[in-house]
T-cell receptor, first 118, second 116 residues
């Protein structure tokens, strides 16, 4: 079974600064996807960024980028130029690319609460 | 395009009752999955439906069930409610077209269920 670990329950960043959220995972599979989701107080989970394991290049989406270290099974999220609207809970998630009958099953970490100081 | 719609947003039930939650996926999405979110256990996969068929089920008791209709709308039912069933229930939809589909999941705002 796959596991996802987010060891930091809370982090804080000054507006306009950069923050890195950590995530490690454990799997015996070689083909999988990794995601970062954001959950603001509105409760809706919003996809921030995704990474395909077979791609060596780190994914980037505007101010969001990841550092994907496949051998170390590490997948951290870097938020640059932090904004007040980035304050939310962030979840790291894993999804197998091997067909097991459930393409949509995500395994989530416990999440990290990010606060942004003005 | 409208997003994933979950109804109701809030629900209060008493122990022993049953409850039905509804989820309307994004138009064109055929896969619907359900997750339970609690402070203690985090986000846990409940089940996934595709073309009216349950494709996979998480590690939850048989009191938790679901179904999907021909228009891809899905319902989740919990019978004989227990206090521990209090949670945010999230529904997500995706295209789910291919076996190795990496189409992202789009989540709804969830239904907050409180069991008293």
């Amino acid at each position: 079974a796959q596991t996802v670990t987010q060891s930091q329950p809370e982090m804080s960043v000054q507006e306009a600064e950069t923050v890195t959220l950590s995530c490690t995972y454990d799997t015996s599979e070689s083909d999988y996807y990794l995601f970062w989701y954001k959950q603001p107080p509105s409760r809706q989970m919003i996809l921030v960024i995704r990474q395909e394991a077979y791609k060596q290049q780190n994914a980037t989406e505007n101010r969001f980028s990841v550092n994907f270290q496949k051998a170390a099974k590490s997948f951290s999220l870097k938020i640059s130029d932090s904004q007040l609207g980035d304050a939310a809970m962030y979840f790291c998630a894993y999804r197998s690319a091997t067909y097991t009958g459930a393409n949509s099953k995500l395994t989530f970490g416990k999440g990290i609460t990010l606060s942004v100081r003005p | 395009k409208a997003g994933v719609t979950q109804t109701p947003r809030y629900l209060i039930k008493t122990r022993g009752q049953q409850v039905t939650l509804s989820c309307s996926p994004i138009s064109g999405h055929r896969s619907v999955s359900w997750y339970q979110q609690t402070p203690g256990q985090g986000l846990q996969f409940l089940f996934e439906y595709f073309s009216e068929t349950q494709r996979n089920k998480g590690n939850f008791p048989g009191r938790f069930s679901g179904r999907q209709f021909s228009n891809s709308r899905s319902e989740m039912n919990v019978s004989t409610l227990e206090l521990g069933d209090s949670a945010l229930y999230l529904c997500a939809s995706s295209l789910g077209l291919s076996l190795r589909s990496n189409s992202p999941l789009h989540f709804g705002n969830g239904t907050r269920l409180t069991v008293t």
